[in-house]
């Protein structure tokens, strides 16, 4: 079953407002991964994130590796409507052991 | 450099019947990963070949199968289709280690009525 919990769920925000979301798990991972998935297409990757306590920014994307390795977060600035889409974590084990992905979280821009 | 491709994007298919889909990865990228996407249970890892080999396996029944080819390529089937089988199957490439993430296609999305 799902090792990871994303929340919120889902989320409605006005255009021009920041974003929060953040991924959790039981388990420990060595290597936390987001993603971004368009209707009718495959997930994109945005970030990857190697060790406990970095931060690292993609353009407006910032996303954290929790310093317990057990979570992660990612906050987008500035929402603009093709922000919209499912946003996933994804965490990885080992190098060479399957990526375990997060049920998602939906976001929706208002202009 | 061309994309993760696959093929059918979309398919249509009775119950009982069996279904092949294809996926060809990013050029020099030996890791096949495949996974099903439902509404109700998100992303769920079917398998990975490496190598023309299972390098890791999901939990799933044995009616879905894969296999890859020396060029990378590779298929997946599933075998006496149920109407629980319709989503959307996602195929994601790599490089051998997976700590750059996949490449995912555009994905087959599946019916089975």
């Known amino acids: 079953g799902q090792q990871l919990n994303q929340s919120p769920q889902s989320m409605f925000i006005q255009e021009g407002e920041d974003v929060s979301m953040n991924c959790t798990s039981s388990s420990i991972f060595n290597t936390w991964l987001w993603y971004k998935q368009d209707p009718g297409e495959g997930p994109v990757l945005l970030i990857a994130?190697?060790?406990?306590?970095e931060l690292t920014s993609n353009g407006r994307l910032t996303a954290q590796f929790g310093i317990t390795r057990k979570d992660s977060f990612l906050n987008i600035s500035a929402s603009i409507p093709s922000d919209v889409g499912i946003y996933f974590c994804?965490?990885?084990?080992?190098?060479?052991?399957?990526?375990?992905f997060g049920p998602g979280t939906s976001l929706s821009v208002i202009p | 450099k061309a994309g993760v491709t696959q093929t059918p994007r979309y398919l249509i298919k009775t119950r009982g019947q069996q279904v092949t889909l294809s996926c060809s990865p990013i050029?020099?990228?030996?890791?096949v990963s495949w996974y099903q996407q439902t509404p109700g249970q998100g992303l769920q890892f079917l398998f990975e070949y490496f190598s023309e080999t299972q390098r890791n396996k999901g939990n799933f029944p044995g009616r879905f199968s894969g296999r890859q080819f020396s060029n990378s390529r590779s298929e997946m089937n599933v075998s006496t289709l149920e109407l629980g089988d319709s989503a959307l199957y996602l195929c994601?490439?790599?490089?051998?280690?997976?700590?750059?993430?996949?490449?995912f296609g555009s994905g087959t999305r599946l019916t089975v009525v």
């Open positions: 994804a965490g990885l084990k080992t190098s060479y052991d399957k990526v375990i």
């Open positions: 050029s020099g990228h030996r890791s």
């Open positions: 994130l190697y060790k406990a306590g």
């Open positions: 994601a490439s790599s490089l051998a280690d997976h700590s750059y993430g996949y490449t």
